[in-house]
């Protein structure tokens, strides 16, 4: 794995396309392990905090959390909780409709599978008690870096800073620094295969490592 640390003037461009050749690299065992455990971390913290409502996303490709994701959240969740999973729209904002089933997924854009049931609008992530979302890295801040569209970013803008934050990495992919801007939303945890479920700086409300506190 690239350390991108010593890099001060990298640009997230570099970072991505580092991240994604890198990611693209991994055996399909050593894929499916990672998915494995991150699957692991992320249903036991689920279960603990056991939300109303909760988003995540498919991952797809060499996302870490494995494809079948969704399934595994949805069978972890009390049976009156919602499931929402993004809906990309065309100025690349995030409309959010609920899970059921695989049966209630369609194949869309950009290699993407999305819910079919009745959209709920991009705000629907403002009541969730839980949000998961995608990264290539995350920094020791909890700025993440994403693929460059601003969907999660947007989304993040719309939750309370007191809802749990959650990424989901490959092991190498939490890192010192990666370049932010002011519009770039910070997470307070993130999952990996071999580390689990760890705390990052809550920057948006100035907390530090120590005071973030794994729920």
Known sequence: ?????????????????????????????????????????????????RPARMTAYVPVGSEPGGADLPAVLRAALPPEAELLLPVLLDDLDLDWAAYTGPESMRAAGRGLREPTGPPLGSAAVAGADLVVVPALAVDRRGFRLGRGGGSYDRALARVPGTVPTVALLHDGELVEEVPAQPHDRPVRFVITPGGGLVAVPDVAQGASAGRTRVP
């Not at 990298?10 to 991994?26: E, G, I, M, N, P």
């Open 1 to 49: 794995m690239p350390e991108f640390s010593d890099e001060a003037d990298v640009t997230k461009r570099d970072l991505r396309v580092a991240l994604l050749a890198h990611r693209r690299s991994l055996p399909a065992p050593r894929r499916a392990e990672a998915a494995a455990a991150v699957q692991a971390g992320l249903v036991d913290l689920v279960r603990r905090l």
